[in-house]
């Protein structure tokens, strides 16, 4: 009988295979290899929801479902646009990329679910309460200032809070109606600097996560020591008031940022998010057990790759999708999985205008594609992903360009301009952070198709577009896109269709179908 030695362990063959099946039949990290940053848990009985931050999207503020902690699936947004603002909508030379709403906190108190965040484009703090999470109505409260990085506490004697900040954290009372902060009510630094139990040499302390276990409050948060890597620490206190004490609980491959869930079976996990290159900030379960009154992260100290919780199904198509654009009645125009570049503008795209089509038409003259309206967008996902599409271009007007993006500072578009009477087929890239073409070829033909392939796999961050004449034979086209997360989007890279005039409005095109795979046919 084959064994193999490891150490002083001795593993027949059998007892290995085994071991692999057992793994192959187990969540790695991690769990969503997608952009999904900012992450708040609550458990619901024996369902998960989680909400997270998409920023200048719309609509925003998703929020997703789960029954095993792994595989989750898009079902509400808590808005459909956050605000009417020029940076919002794109208008007058305004955005917000970066910004419009960061990290929410999700709460489930008293049979009703509560999701907060806050804006610095529109200077408030946002409160959405509903009975039913994943079909409404959402009931929304706004109120200044807007306060940073806050988590929602609902204590036990009656009273609200939020402890927000960064590494000074202020606890604030809110009326008991959330409508505000209440005059007169508490309001005090309960922890002078959070980034103390982790060296005190960080400007980051931020991230506030507030949970009760066996009558203690435990508030997580993010610190980032100047030379090291984002580091996960805990503070503890027997009164919301304090005093608050602290430890440096976990740090490892830079996964930190969040909070923690137990299971219905007693079980914990601390989840987090870890920055990994251009797809964005991804998220990891790490088991969790009680030591002294302490909730301790890690296997031995570290993020474990394999984790005790049953295997994700993949990420298509609950977090992101292919579309024919067929529409039923009764179904709605968009599934949950797409989210536009910023507000749309409603009267400028359609489903059912063209049966099985999506069209999008201009409204206005833009010069630059990021600061074109009504570019719909999907998340790209890990490790390799392909995006493609189907698009009719024949009425598309002098100055036209539209096609398929991968959305980010340094983006890649692969499109057909309309220029001098003839239409080509061009790969634009704004890898210098410019965007300069590379390559034209003619287009005779009313459709074409178009395709982008993305390669995450060990930080590669690398992407290449294609194009086809008739769905079969791919050629590729332009040049391959290093791509990089840029604080001013602040986002991980996104599928983005597009279509924008340069001369005269009122142009359309109509995309036949969005495909979306989980591999690449040419390596990189």
């Not at 599928?495 to 390596?523: C, H, M, Q």
Request: glycine residues 10%; charged residues 20%.
């Amino acid at each position: 009988m084959e064994r193999y030695f490891f150490g002083l362990v001795i593993l027949t063959a059998s007892m290995f295979n085994a071991t692999l099946t057992a793994q192959e039949n187990s969540a790695r990290n991690p769990v969503i290899f997608a952009d999904v940053p900012d992450i708040s848990i609550v458990r619901a009985g024996d369902t998960y929801y989680m909400s997270s931050t998409t920023m200048h999207m719309s609509p925003g503020v998703p929020i997703m479902k789960s029954k095993d902690l792994v595989n989750w699936e898009i079902v509400n947004y808590a808005y459909n646009t956050l605000g009417d603002a020029d940076a919002l909508n794109l208008n007058n030379g305004r955005n917000a990329y970066g910004r419009g709403s960061w990290a929410s906190c999700i709460r489930y108190h008293n049979g009703t679910f509560y999701v907060s965040t806050f804006s610095s484009t529109t200077g408030k703090t946002y409160i959405w309460s509903t009975k039913d999470i994943e079909k409404g109505p959402w009931k929304e409260i706004s109120f200044s200032p807007s306060f940073h990085d806050h988590t929602l506490v609902f204590d036990d004697d009656g009273h609200v809070y939020l402890i927000y900040g960064n590494k000074k954290l202020t606890l604030v009372e809110l009326d008991s109606d959330l409508a505000g902060v209440k005059p007169g009510g508490l309001n005090q630094v309960i922890i002078e600097d959070s980034t103390i139990p982790s060296g005190g040499n960080s400007n980051l302390g931020e991230g506030s996560q507030l949970f009760r276990y066996n009558g203690r409050y435990y508030l997580f948060n993010i610190t980032w020591p100047r030379g090291d890597m984002r580091t996960v620490v805990v503070h503890r206190a027997d009164k919301i008031t304090g005093p608050w004490e602290g430890r440096h609980v976990l740090q490892d491959k830079g996964v930190a940022q969040g909070g923690m869930v137990d299971t219905p079976d007693g079980r914990w996990f601390a989840y987090l998010f870890r920055d990994y290159g251009s797809v964005g900030r991804i998220p990891y379960l790490v088991p969790l057990k009680w030591e002294d009154g302490w909730p301790v992260p890690g296997v031995n100290g570290k993020v474990p790759d394999v984790l005790d919780l049953p295997a994700s199904k993949g990420l298509i198509p609950v977090i992101v999708a292919s579309d024919e654009f067929n529409r039923k009645k009764g179904e709605p125009a968009l599934p949950l999985v797409w989210q536009w570049n910023h507000n749309p503008d409603n009267n400028l795209w359609s489903v059912t205008r063209r049966k099985g089509y999506l069209r999008l038409t201009t409204g206005r003259i833009d010069t630059a594609f990021t600061m074109a309206k009504n570019t719909l967008t999907q998340r790209t996902i890990g490790p390799e992903c392909t995006g493609s599409i189907s698009i009719d271009v024949s009425k598309m007007k002098e100055g036209d360009f539209a096609g398929l993006a991968l959305l980010q500072r340094k983006f890649g578009l692969a499109g057909v301009k309309f220029e001098n009477g003839a239409k080509s087929i061009v790969m634009v890239s704004a890898q210098s952070g410019r965007p300069v073409e590379v390559q034209r070829v003619a287009l005779t033909q009313r459709s074409v198709y178009l395709k982008a392939e993305c390669n995450f796999r060990e930080l590669a961050d690398v992407a290449d577009f294609f194009y086809s004449l008739d769905g079969n034979t791919w050629v590729p086209i332009g040049s391959q896109i290093k791509m990089e997360y840029s604080m001013p989007h602040f986002m991980g890279y996104r599928f983005g269709l597009f279509n924008y005039a340069t001369k005269t409005p009122g142009g359309y095109v109509d995309f036949d179908w969005f495909r979306i795979s989980n591999e690449i046919s040419s390596k990189n």
